[in-house]
């Protein structure tokens, strides 16, 4: 089946810093969707891409749909506290959503 | 509006019991799906309905997993018999259309 590799597993920074998180595949995806859960929750849609090359944002967050099709990324810009959680892409296709394994962002103050 | 709601929120059971999950979908929303979060393999689809009828149930591990969805207000994850290795956290999630989807709050499973 498809797979996407997301990185980094895991982020440390500072309150203020800005964060970036990308993940790329082998295969070629529909629809790019950009996913945030918090313990004890489900996942959260952020941002969904629909278009090669789409460039989207949402508040201090930004995404973009890679020009291949085989990889997005995320931006976070001006971290604050509640901005910790767990980031999921998914990539979108025939066969529904793919997630990536997450990426654990850690904010310390 | 509500979201997906999901029961129970929890819950420990013994190897060899029935498990019955629970999820009403957000009202309109045409597809419904059953994934399974564990730390080693993430996020991983079990089913998926479309309109109540099981399309793609390929993610299902074993004929001990079964879903249902009767309604377009109702879908159930049994499992019979249950297992250790079954515990892990079942997300239901709807969506109007295949992608963007929401999801529930999640049931916790935890089977001795």
């Known amino acids: 089946g498809q797979q996407l590799n997301q990185s980094p597993q895991s982020m440390f920074i500072q309150e203020g810093e800005d964060v970036s998180m990308n993940c790329t595949s082998s295969?070629?995806?529909?629809?790019w969707l950009w996913y945030k859960q918090d313990p004890g929750e489900g996942p959260v849609l952020l941002i969904a891409l629909y278009k090669a090359g789409e460039l989207t944002s949402n508040g201090r967050l930004t995404a973009q749909f890679g020009i291949t099709r085989k990889d997005s990324f995320l931006n976070i810009s001006a971290s604050i506290p509640s901005d910790v959680g767990i980031y999921f892409c998914s990539g979108g296709g025939a066969d529904g959503l793919t997630f990536g394994k997450g990426t654990h962002l850690i904010i310390q103050p | 509006d509500a979201g997906v709601i999901q029961s129970p929120r929890h819950e420990v059971t013994e190897m060899g019991q029935e498990v019955t999950l629970r999820c009403k979908p957000i009202s309109g929303h045409d597809y419904l799906f059953w994934y399974r979060q564990t730390m080693m393999r993430g996020l991983e689809l079990l089913i998926y309905?479309?309109?109540?009828?099981?399309?793609?149930d390929s993610g299902m591990p074993e004929d001990r997993f079964s879903a249902k969805m009767p309604n377009a207000s109702f879908s159930t994850l049994k499992i019979q018999p249950s297992e250790p290795r079954d515990s892990a956290v079942y997300f239901c999630?709807?969506?109007?259309?295949?992608?963007?989807?929401?999801f529930g709050p999640g049931t916790r499973l935890t089977v001795l």
């Open positions: 999630a709807s969506s109007p259309g295949v992608d963007e989807q929401f």
């Open positions: 309905f479309n309109n109540n009828v099981p399309i793609d």
């Open positions: 295969s070629i995806f529909n629809t």
